[in-house]
């Protein structure tokens, strides 16, 4: 069995949050979504659970970090190609995040952006040509 995750972010306003993920391609799950949560699918195995700050202070003690103001984490995902990468990120900055607050990287076997949502929370979208960091990995390793 495939393991899930499951990134849990602070949100302070939870419509806006639910309409800015489906804009950049998630789905809601209404099982797993009230008025103080939701889970928004990216695919089988990648769910973001979108809760608001009192739901989220029940499950920790310590103070809910400003992600615009302190860096708490970067999340990762990967896309299927350098376009679906170019597509997340103009969807994100169509619905009101902001594209790119991170440097472009492009390796040519690697390409990545990024995107930060309406609290903060920054998502690094990337594609790899695996062979061909394989590849590059091994020339590396050789020299």
């Known amino acids: 069995m495939s393991k899930l995750i499951f990134v849990n972010l602070p949100v302070s306003d939870l419509a806006r949050a639910v309409s800015f993920y489906e804009a950049v391609g998630a789905v809601k799950n209404e099982q797993f979504t009230d008025h103080t949560a ?57 619905a009101g995040g902001t594209v790119d607050p991170g440097p472009k990287q492009d390796y040519g076997f690697m390409y990545g952006r990024s995107f930060e949502d309406p609290d903060g929370h920054i998502w690094e979208v990337m594609w790899m040509d695996v062979e061909a960091a394989k590849e590059a990995m091994g020339e590396m390793a050789n020299a």
Request: some cysteine; hydrophobic content about 45%; proline content about 2%.
């Open 38 to 94: 939701a889970c928004m699918v990216f695919s089988e195995t990648i769910h973001a659970m979108l809760l608001t700050h009192d739901k989220f202070r029940q499950f920790t003690p310590k103070a809910i970090a400003d992600a615009k103001t302190t860096t708490e984490v970067l999340i990762a995902m990967s896309a299927e190609s350098r376009e679906a990468v170019d597509d997340m990120i103009d969807r994100a900055g169509a």
